[in-house]
């Protein structure tokens, strides 16, 4: 099972749109994935010991460890993911072990295209994740009426569906 992680926390976000897109592509190529919405669960903040306890983030951790890759789906904040995707690694470090995991991120402006990698550098080097090479950076210019109308990002996206499943085989 692939996973896609939805990390905005507002309900009915461009975030989860971008989620839901990516997962249309898997479920095409008939593979099965499942979603974690960050909006629709309740996760603490890390504290370093209580937290760990925590069902919710057991529940989480089961589930990252049994994917066989992770499609991250942010908003960028301040030039990085959101503090929620923060939060959750740090919750569930442990299940992202030598995961492949690729990123969509979704973002206000152009200049951020860069902002995923103190993120992806982290799983790398403290989880030994593979990252796949290619984000899909969306801007809001390529929606319309809350729908992804931009047929350069679906591909994208698309090739970024194949590439993990390539990898993961």
Known sequence: MHLIISTNLSPNSKT???????QTYFLSKNIETNIID????????CDGKV???????????KTITEAESLLIVSPIY????????????ELTGSGWNEKIVGFICNAGGE?????????????????????????????GSAF????LTDD?????IE???????????
């Open 16 to 22: 989860r749109l971008l989620a839901d897109v990516a």
């Open 38 to 45: 960050l909006a629709e669960i309740e996760l603490p903040q």
């Open 51 to 61: 937290c760990y306890t925590n069902s919710t983030v057991q529940d989480v951790t």
């Open 78 to 89: 301040n030039y990085d993911l959101n503090a929620a995707a923060k939060n959750l690694l």
């Open 111 to 139: 200049k951020s295209y860069m902002s995923v990698m103190p993120f992806a550098n982290s799983l790398m080097l403290d989880h030994r994740c593979l990252i796949i090479p290619r984000f899909v950076y969306v801007t």
């Open 144 to 147: 319309t009426n809350q729908l």
């Open 152 to 156: 350069d990002i679906r591909q994208r």
């Open 159 to 169: 090739e970024l569906v194949s590439t993990i499943i390539d990898w993961s085989s």
